[in-house]
């Protein structure tokens, strides 16, 4: 049976991004249907019911993070809208806003009539300027045609979308950094408890949700949980802290693949048939060594290794909630899946890995700080071929003793900074023992100009 | 009634809301930290007050298997803290009932020493030649906390120092630790946001905005927020080693809110002032008036010996001689004509001194007239925090009192208990150039040069004596100069606007042959022995209502008087 895409349906459509053509697709009916006929609460719970959990990385149950607003709150609550969509080879998020911005709006629609919020902030990443502007002209649209604003369709309901681009900061993507940015301080994540539905933007209860889940939203909304429900990977019974993982779910391929893109299948697709069917293979005739399964700060799966009791590899473990935390990986992250081939130094993954989380660390608590630092520096050296095999264990301590997991830091940037790089030299341990003993430089001067934008 | 166990060692909190932190301190544990302090808000960023927690419930202890940051972690009835101190804990109490498996501490001491082991990662250790060595946080747990050796075998961070930051303050940037108490403070205390983190990760630094330097009158206390050498007071930069300072508790002398401080001296000269924390006088900061306002206790222009008119020149005599000549001078105008007798107390005096004064003067004649000196005001009150645009705004977290001196209402209590009222200096003045007045006294003691100017034109017969820190428009009238003595100098009481009487001790030697008001007092007074500040506080708290709780001594954070 073949899949139907309803996320990205009406990608590619002529006048996609537009109102018009969004209301010939039935857009907009079920906003206007809910506004008419059910009750916030009921929203809430159609959608705490469904199951869905967030797109955003850590999976946490949307339903349920709208029920921890606090019960009859005279206002204002505010929605944020996460598109500070930063994690390396991931663009989800960014094809639903330039392609489908009205499923976007009228999921945040949505949500803000269920947890009574009459204002929602969009804080969307500065790179997508295209994005920007789709969204800026359909909230515009919105504005013109009693969507949006005061007293939407006569039903007392008002709503006002702000859009609000960052200025290019990783860390913006955490919720509480998310809101710091928003008010306008620098994006540093704030401790917890209080947690943002409690005390969040401008210091008022505040839901923080990725864009991908609040189209899931509209969907829902229109569809019903049993369509939801028919998809993905029911709760594992073994496991009473599992929720499943319900729904369609957008997955990115990049990296050494023939056709890098992103694909809607249902949740707990299996890596092989992500990367060797929808991504068209392993580039160049070559075999993937390593692939990471949600964006890199959720670590990297060996292709080659078996997983015990059974004639699988970790190549083959389902792309669900829970699927790569069986293999050693933080979790589905982003479901952004980055395939590294077999001609490839894992000493140039891992420093890029770490030139990344170094680059982006906020600088807030010490031992992301410095940790992430220190591995730059190196695997700077490593990649200068001056590596010592003790530098493979700092590299592990380091990584393994920061993050929120163990209580060392605020945020979860520094669990995402450390665990490609302990999956990575866990993994391939011998390949990067070998590397040092060889002293193989793989410093390049720069690489080739391919061509400007 | 909430109990909270710190390793292992039950304490009662009753109802307060407290941090691991403070509930430690109650147990005497400390936590080290670095970011956190009690007046400025909880960030939670250095990560060095780890502890692990549990709850203590029906007898069995469940602990959370992470490290939680103790400033940020509040306590309620049954929290089980243990820190990375348990080794050294009281054994005497019974230890809590954990699981056989749990090791306490070692999550604890592991994180202590990761991020004392990271913080150092790019500190440049130039300890030789830093300010704060002796006194730093860093090197203290470091020793305490840390590992002996670093495992970075590349190049630190160096980023370049930034002397320009304020006038009065300079930045060691690679010595950062990056705990931001200082961007805390001037956005919380002294409010107006001077100072801010630029860059991210690692090139984390602290820095102003261009053209904008760290110049409000609260600005020093960064340096002492500052927990290692990061930020450095210019006025005592490489001037001396910490360990050769001996402090001493004292108040400073600047304004009427009577600041507790630290005076850092060694070998009779003073090196810095700092705040000492005091809830009842100012809190825990001091203003750069204040800080920087003990230079005219080395200054050379300061009069040292006595000096005694001869013809139209002050020849300096033996303290000795000049007292007694002084007090025969003195004296004789109090038998011919006590009435026209005036003493100027200055609210530089102690309340000692002034006493010792009144006592002598109205000792001889109950008609000699006692009156307050100037007391020197400038502009109104300066409330902190200020917006960006100077303006102040509430709540108040620090005030600068328009009253520059220290003892006005403790001089004024003396005054009114042997005068009836507080006679203002300007009356005196009148019945000198009334010419009604014979002989006055004018104490001074004011730090600032040429504060004492009254008496600008002296009738011919009015025999004048001066004590006083500088030469002024006074001096050049007077018959006889002493040398005032300053509040490094000095044993005593300062009473502050709110009636606070806080102890000053002596940490430096008055200069040459001064003696200190108490003891010039005791001398003209014939009292026999050397002065002694308790002794007549005793005296005088018998005496005078207004100072009947001094009689038992006064605590370290002072006495409320009313």
Redesign the interface.
Known sequence: MSFEPTLLARVNKPDSHRLVGYRGDGGYATFETALRDKKPVEVVNQVKDSGLRGRGGAGFPCGLKWTFLPKDHPGPIYLCINADESEPCTYNNRILMEKDPHQVLEGIMLACYAIKCERAYFYIRYEYGTAYRVLQAAIDECYANGLLGKNIQGTGFNLDVYLHRGAGAYICGEETGLIESLEGKRAWPRIKPPFPAIEGAFRKPTIVNNVETLCCVTQIMRRGNDWFKSMGVPPDPKNPRDAGSYGPKLYTIAGHVNEPKCVELPMGVSMRELVEKHGGGVWKGRKAKAVNPGGISMGFVDVNAKIKDSNLTEYDIPLDFNGPGRVGCLGLGTAAVTVVDDQTSMIDVLHNVCQFFAHESCGQCTPCREGTGWMLKITDRMRKGQGRREDLDILIDVADRMGIIPGTTICGLSDGAGWPVKTLIRKFRSEFEEAIKSGRRSVVKSLPLVGIH | MATVYINDKPVDIGTERLNCVQAAERADVHVPHYCYHPSLT???????C?IEMGDLKDGKVTMIP????GC?TPVKDGTVIVTGDYAKRDTSVPPLAYDPKYVPAD?AK??QA??LE??L??HPLDCPVCDKAGECKLQDYSFEYGRGET?????K?QPPNKPELSSKITLFTDRC??CTRCVRFTREVSGQAEL??S??????EIDIFPGEPLENKLAGNVVDLCPVGALGSKDFLYKQRVWYLKSTDSVCNRCSTGCSIHVDANKDVVFRLRPRENPQAQGYFMCDEGRHGYHHADSTERIARPLVRRGDKLVAIPYLDAAQEFRNDFETHLRLHPGAVWAILSPFLTVEEAYLAARWLKGKSQQVKLALGHVPMVGEDDTYPKDRRGRPIQPVKFTIRAEKCPNRLGVEAVLRHFEGSVVPLAKAIESAKRGEAKAVLLTGGYPDPGTLNVFAEKPNDLMLAVTDIFHGAATALAKYVFPATTFSEKEGVYVNYAGLAQALHRSCKPPLEGRSEGQFFMDLAQRNGLFNAATIRKELAAEIRYFAKLADGIPELGVKLF
Request: hydrophobic letters at 40%; aromatic letters at 2%.
């Open positions: 909880v960030v939670a960023s250095c990560r060095m780890l992470k490290v939680f940051p940020q999550r592991k994180a990761d991020t990271g913080i990662l790019n495992r970075l075998v590349d190049e961070n630790i990056m801010q983190v860059s991210r990760g690692h090139h984390s």
